[in-house]
């Protein structure tokens, strides 16, 4: 079946320092990857995302690369701030089932000045 | 501005009542979405439409009941049926449910039981 599953946390960081949240995925076919942040008390908002394998998503200085190679879809970002403090999921939409996303069960980032 | 709000933003549920949740989107999207959250936990879909007039059961649709009479609106019902409703709840919308349409979502309802 289709599946994500990512890092658990909380991914505790200091300001400026480098961000990585893993990601991967299990699906058949090639499914759209997305991540998504929320933040206390709010819903989601969509931060970046690939549709087909090798993109590259990139938002507010986070990129995702999709490689199916690995069957990742791994967040970065080279300086975080204590604004991006934050729940970051992970989330495929399947090619066979388009109604639907799948989410990981969320990493909690916190950043601390 | 256009997106999607829901109302309220908490509601507060007695044993054996039936509650509705509104979720409202001014976007012109045809599919509409409702996700359920528990804490540590990722998203899971309840209900979804993909047109007017049309919504199908998504995973864990016992307990719930939507209805899709206008473009724009798709509440859901949190029945007593639900035995246990309380979670954060989202309403999502993408133009199309084509599978590479992004979903927005909107700010949620915390549903309570008291």
């Known amino acids: 079946g289709n599946s994500v599953t990512q890092m658990e946390g909380p991914v505790t960081l200091s300001e400026e320092a480098f961000l990585t949240i893993n990601c991967t995925y299990t699906?058949?076919?090639?499914?759209?990857l997305f991540w998504y942040v929320q933040y206390p008390g709010e819903g989601l908002q969509l931060l970046l995302k690939?549709?087909?394998?090798?993109d590259k998503g990139s938002n507010k200085g986070f990129e995702a690369t999709y490689r199916k190679e690995t069957t990742s879809f791994h967040l970065e970002k080279g300086s975080v701030q204590v604004s991006d403090s934050a729940v970051y999921f992970c989330a495929l939409r399947p090619m066979d089932s388009s109604y639907k996303l799948i989410f990981g069960s969320g990493t909690r980032l916190l950043v601390r000045p | 501005d256009g997106g999607i709000t829901q109302s309220p933003k908490y509601l507060f549920r007695k044993e054996g009542q039936n509650v509705t949740l509104s979720c409202e989107q001014n976007?012109?999207?045809?599919?509409m979405y409702w996700y359920r959250q528990d804490p540590g936990q990722g998203l899971r879909l309840i209900y979804y439409?993909?047109?007017?007039?049309?919504?199908q059961k998504g995973d864990i649709a016992e307990g719930y009941s939507v209805s899709r009479e206008k473009k724009e609106s798709f509440p859901l019902t949190v029945t007593s049926a639900q035995k246990n409703p309380t979670a954060f709840y989202l309403c999502a919308s993408s133009l199309t449910s084509d599978p590479q349409e992004t979903q927005y979502f909107g700010p949620g309802t915390r549903l309570l039981v008291l």
């Open positions: 439409s993909q047109i007017v007039n049309d919504f």
């Open positions: 976007l012109n999207h045809d599919a």
């Open positions: 699906a058949t076919g090639y499914p759209s």
């Open positions: 690939a549709t087909k394998a090798d």
